[in-house]
């Protein structure tokens, strides 16, 4: 099992949680590695305001604390502990953590998103963005190609707003959108049937 992200010059050891010594997958993939690839490529300033959603293990939360202000937002135990022992294993500068439920910093430069499997989840995060973020705030969410359908951008564009996406890279696609849905649809945080 591989336990070193080596990209750009860059190695971070990153591992699951929690720890087995008969590990057989690791703990990032190639979604993390397409986000980091894109956003080195997008060449931002330094100390940027980063909000990263459902990173599974901290791999992005790593990578981006180096050179900005992370926020890390999940609802699993697991992703939150898997992060702060990778953070810690590779001394990285502190980052923030929340849950989906929390207000989303005011002052975002860019959101990055591990689409959650839930479409309802999806919605709720999306409405979030909408409400905080400035038009000019870019939001890059990744899932692998087979998994991003033509609703799952409709609910992009219902719920947040103008949406593209990319070439599929190592069975993945990026999701390109901003915050400039009108009318500004509410959600309700808690659905009931």
Known sequence: ????????????????????????????????????????????????????????????????????????????????????????????????????????PANTDLVLVQLPKSNRHLVWILSQLRKVLPTACPVIAVNKAKEIHTSTLKLFEKYLGETKTS???KKHRLVFSQANAEPRIEVDPITAW
Not at 5 to 20: A, D, M, Q, Y
Not at 67 to 84: E, I, L, P, R, Y
Request: aromatic share 10%.
């Open 167 to 169: 070439l599929a890279w």
């Open 1 to 104: 099992m591989k336990t070193e992200l080596n990209l750009h010059g860059r190695s971070l050891t990153l591992h699951r949680f929690p720890k087995r010594s008969n590990e057989t997958l690791q703990a990032w993939d190639a979604g993390d590695e397409y986000l980091i690839n894109h956003v080195e490529e997008m060449a931002l300033p330094d100390h940027q305001n980063i909000v990263v959603i459902n990173d599974n293990f901290g791999a992005l939360a790593c990578w981006f604390s180096e050179k900005h202000h992370v926020t890390f937002m999940s609802d699993s135990f697991v992703s939150h502990k898997g992060a702060q022992k990778n953070l810690e294993d590779n001394q990285c500068n502190k980052v923030a953590f929340l849950t989906t439920m929390d207000s989303i």
